[in-house]
């Protein structure tokens, strides 16, 4: 419990600090949004009256004090631009961009943990050779040219196949499962894909440090073969950093979706971000900042936990430190 407690903190401070710096960046973009509200032909007085209305005109510190004060209560406010609510926008597009994650890193895992483990258990050479360039070669590959790609051999209607749909989302979202999934699917294909390739290198690399080692031979003598020692065993112990790698990789595919979600047209939080940052929506901007960088230290803080829960070391060093 002094461990969780002791994160927690952590993690709060983090967020408020977070919170400060991209308060302070978006504050130091070029352009005004009250000038693109007015349009270019707007006189300085209009410009000014908007400034005021929008309470741009207000201290620094009192902007930022009204803003963490509705985040603390749930409000995020309304968009300055459209007057729409913001946390309304997000929940919406988090309903396309989160599946879309999830469904990534699940077929990065299907696809990246058993070539890992394969090339790891490769005895001949040119079979290791191969694994090799293919982790290489694989993480190497563009997200635009492979999203492209996989249109033109499965979009429908442009596909050399056409059988999964290549633009768009349902407007009802997941009131159809099915549609929705397939929706997201050839997304998904794309990023996960990629990320597989650099779970199947590390998989790969952790199991070759261990495959040799005296664990490995220990379970072998007590009756294991030498690819159950190593799946067996071996996963087992590289499982922490398994666990930290696949927790880094889960909070950088918040990034890497977005590319992928302007490729295929889909209306997440990746192309709601990039649309808002060109129309310099602050109070739309800085809110969806800031649930982005909450969700990669809140997937830091599950890191931690599941690394207490599943590495005993980590739980005699703390019972230790505590006594």
Known sequence: MRAVVRRLCL????????????????????????????GVNAS?????????????NRPAIEQYGAWLDGVLHGDFGSSILTGRSISAQIVLRSQVTFPLILMSLAIALLIGLPLGCA???????????????????????????????L??????GVGLFGVLPSQGFPLDTWAHPLTALASLLLPALTVGIIVAASI?????????????????????????????????TGLRLIAPQL???????????????????????????????????GNRDLLTVQSE???????????????????????PRLRIQGWEQGR
């Open 151 to 156: 249109i033109l051999l499965f979009g429908k």
């Open 119 to 149: 090339g790891a258990l490769a005895t001949h050479p040119r079979m290791r050779q191969f694994f090799r360039v293919l982790a290489i070669v694989g993480g190497s590959v563009p997200a635009l040219w492979a999203g492209l790609l």
């Open 243 to 277: 666990v930290s790698v696949v927790g880094l990789t889960l909070a950088e595919m918040i990034t890497g979706v977005m590319v992928v979600e302007n490729l295929f047209a889909l209306q997440g939080l990746g192309s709601m971000l990039i649309t808002d940052v």
């Open 11 to 38: 993690f709060i401070g983090a967020l408020f600090g977070m919170s400060l710096i991209i308060f302070a960046a978006l504050r130091i973009l070029p352009g005004d949004v009250a000038s693109v509200m007015a």
């Open 289 to 311: 900042l800031f649930l982005l960088s909450a969700f990669f230290l809140f997937i830091g803080f599950v890191v931690d936990m599941v690394h207490q829960i599943i590495d």
């Open 44 to 56: 300085p007085q209009r410009v000014a009256a908007l400034r005021e209305q929008l309470g741009l």
């Open 200 to 232: 199947m290198r590390y998989t790969r690399s952790a199991l070759m440090e261990v495959v040799d080692s005296d664990r490995i031979e220990f379970a072998m003598a007590c009756g294991m073969t030498r690819r159950q020692a190593v799946l067996r």
